[in-house]
């Protein structure tokens, strides 16, 4: 299979440009060359088949050959909300979450938390989540959200149609793989994952007069990357069972 790269912008033209790191991966790492055949994908949905027309130094003019049609997603979205772990965990935490095809991934302060990743390192991990895609083969990027504060994102919740989960040591088991489950899932399903010393008790009880469900996710205490990822792995899989 071709190799996969990403073109931020619209296909309408049949000449696109390649720049920045894109460019340099291309060219200086993969040492490819006019005449290669390539993937281009633009993150909302668009791919096309392509072929190198010219390199130079820095930039790399390509030619559509096919465009494809890729059907929009009929899986329910998926939003990870997630306290941030401490250094190149949240990367991995990203990069995971985005091969995983979780829709929106939103950093959360909760009271117990110790981290802030701060605006500039969520722009850097922007990159993370292309190289995610183009591994994957997904078509479209996980948007990375804001930072936002526990109570701020519980009353956004509040105003539209979503099923709530929160990982809670003392919550219940839920079968995700079950009808009960699968059938009642039409809107998108919002996951909430605490920070360290886990959410606080008051924390718990504003998500669950939103309505969330407290599930407990494993006999031990795990570390937020780990909570997040087999979160989400799970609900993902079971809903990708039910297209």
């Known amino acids: 299979m071709p190799h996969r790269f990403y073109f931020e912008g619209s296909f309408d ?12 991966h291309l060219l200086h790492v993969l040492r490819m060359q006019a005449g290669d055949s390539v993937l281009i994908f633009n993150g909302t949905g668009a791919e ?4 190198i027309a010219k390199t130079s130094r820095k930039t790399v003019e390509i030619k559509i050959t096919e465009r494809r049609e890729i059907q929009a997603s009929t899986q329910v979205p998926v939003i ?7 250094g190149d965990r949240f990367r991995w935490l990203v990069e995971k979450a985005a091969e995983l095809g ?12 110790s981290v802030d990743p701060g605006e500039n390192r969520l722009k850097k991990l922007q990159q993370t989540i292309v190289a995610a895609a183009k591994q994957s083969g997904q078509t479209r990027l996980m948007e990375l959200a804001p930072q936002q504060k526990w109570d701020d994102f519980l009353a956004e919740c509040c105003q539209s149609d979503h ?3 929160i990982a809670d040591p003392g919550g219940s088991a839920l079968d995700l793989f079950s009808r009960s489950f699968t059938d009642s899932v039409a809107s998108p399903v919002i996951l909430l994952i605490g920070p360290e010393g886990g959410f606080s008790p008051e924390e718990l009880q504003s998500a669950i007069e939103t309505g969330a469900k407290s599930v407990k996710l494993s006999e031990g205490i795990l570390r937020i990357e780990t909570a997040a990822i087999l979160f989400a792995g799970l609900v993902c899989l079971a809903l990708n069972q039910t297209e």
């Open 102 to 113: 979780v829709t929106r991934l939103v950093p959360l302060i909760t009271e117990r938390s």
């Open 48 to 51: 096309a088949e392509a072929v």
């Open 80 to 86: 990870l909300a997630t306290a941030v772990p401490k």
């Open 163 to 165: 099923r709530i989960l």
């Open 13 to 24: 033209s049949d000449q696109l440009l390649l720049e920045g790191s894109e460019a340099h």
